[in-house]
Nanobody, 125 residues
Framework: QVQLTESGGDSVQAGGSLRLSCTRS????????WAWFRQAPGKEREGVAA????????YYVDSVKGRFTISRDNTKKTVYLQMNSLKPEDSAMYYC??????????????????WGQGTQVTISS
């Protein structure tokens, strides 16, 4: 069983930056599709960004393009979400997800097998 642990959530003012981290426990799979999701109170969960552990293609939802950057450090088994120019509408619980990857598209539309507990991001105006 793969465990994911998120960190980095905080309360900041609009225009500020945060970097979220998600570290996975040792797992039996050699390749993963990683993603970040978020869910604000009363709203549906939204896929924010995704990246394949092998690098290359990334996916971003339109609302965060140009502001958020997803990256990974395979040696540390960690994926990051750098969030800049934060807006109050970015406030949400942010969840990390990982799915063993053996081909196909790595984006937020796939079914992710492993999930973290979430880290809260609050942006004040």
């Amino acid at each position: 069983q793969v465990q994911l642990t998120e960190s980095g959530g905080d309360s900041v003012q609009a225009g500020g930056s945060l970097r979220l981290s998600c570290t996975r426990s040792t797992g039996m799979y050699s390749s993963y599709c990683w993603a970040w999701f978020r869910q604000a109170p009363g709203k549906e969960r939204e896929g924010v960004a995704a990246i394949w552990s092998g690098g290359g293609t990334t996916y971003y939802v339109d609302s965060v393009k140009g502001r958020f950057t997803i990256s990974r450090d395979n040696t540390k088994k960690t994926v990051y979400l750098q969030m800049n120019s934060l807006k109050p509408e970015d406030s949400a619980m942010y969840y990390c997800a990982a799915d063993p990857w053996s081909g196909g598209v790595c984006d937020v539309g796939r079914s992710f097998r492993f999930w973290g507990q979430g880290t809260q991001v609050t942006i004040s105006s």
